[in-house]
């Protein structure tokens, strides 16, 4: 099993510019969530997928992030503009059920994170 | 308030050394929880699942009091290698049936010779 898979691992990049981070799930997971870490606020939730479709998006913190789910396989969290204040790492993580009676058998397997700096 | 809370630590302790981290968290409906690990400048890692009746793997020792809202993890016989951050993480249910976890800020734990 390859895990979680994230790319890419770092990235710097201008004010201003976009950035697409991606992520490939566990095969047969089909819930997905991006996470953000920074040291100030710790791992907040940015967004949920079940089965490809957003279910919960209330922690995108403005129009600038937009994410996407095109197939089980592959999701994409876009950032345009980039600001100063986006820098941090973002995780992708999924799991492989949605159903919460089940939940206390499994957690969620991260990916490695894309450490993002806005300059 | 926010929904898990924890101390921040650092926790410095001797190798050998018992040490217990606590948590609280603020919604009643929760109904799984998890202690997760994190390496610096690593992802999080599932460390333990924690149950009503407390659970125990290894060294490592789960409880939770659902009274209370509170889960704690006790570390006997500390290694250099359990230097890390401990997540203390809780579900939160909303509309549709569907679940969320939620991560406390971290607990850092620091073992020294």
């Known amino acids: 099993d390859a895990g979680v898979i994230q790319s890419p691992r770092h990235e710097v990049t201008e004010m201003g510019q976009e950035v697409t981070l991606r992520c490939k799930p566990i095969?047969?997971?089909?819930?997905l969530f991006w996470y953000r870490q920074t040291m100030m606020r710790g791992l907040e939730l940015l967004i949920y997928f079940n089965n490809n479709v957003p279910i919960d998006d209330s922690g995108m913190p403005e129009d600038r992030f937009s994410a996407k789910m095109p197939n089980a396989s592959f999701s994409t969290l876009k950032i345009q503009p980039s600001e100063p204040r986006d820098s941090a790492v973002y995780f992708c993580?999924?799991?492989?059920?949605?159903?919460?009676?089940?939940?206390?058998?499994?957690?969620?397997?991260f990916g490695s994170g894309t450490r993002l700096t806005v300059v | 308030r926010k929904e898990v809370e924890q101390d921040p630590g650092p926790f410095n302790v001797p190798e050998g050394a018992t040490v217990a981290f606590n948590c609280t968290y603020s919604?009643?409906?929760?109904?799984?929880f998890f202690w997760y690990r994190q390496d610096c400048r690593k992802e999080p890692k599932l460390l333990m699942s924690v149950y009503s009746s407390g659970n125990e793997d290894g060294r490592f020792t789960a409880q939770l009091n659902r009274a209370s809202q509170y889960i704690s993890l006790l570390i006997r016989d500390s290694k250099l290698s359990d230097s890390a951050t401990y997540l203390c993480v809780v579900s939160m249910g909303f509309s549709g049936g569907y679940n969320k976890l939620i991560f406390g800020a971290g607990t850092r734990l620091a073992v020294h010779p």
């Open positions: 095969s047969g997971h089909n819930s």
């Open positions: 919604n009643s409906a929760s109904q799984s």
């Open positions: 993580a999924s799991t492989p059920l949605s159903s919460w009676q089940r939940w206390s058998n499994y957690g969620y397997t």
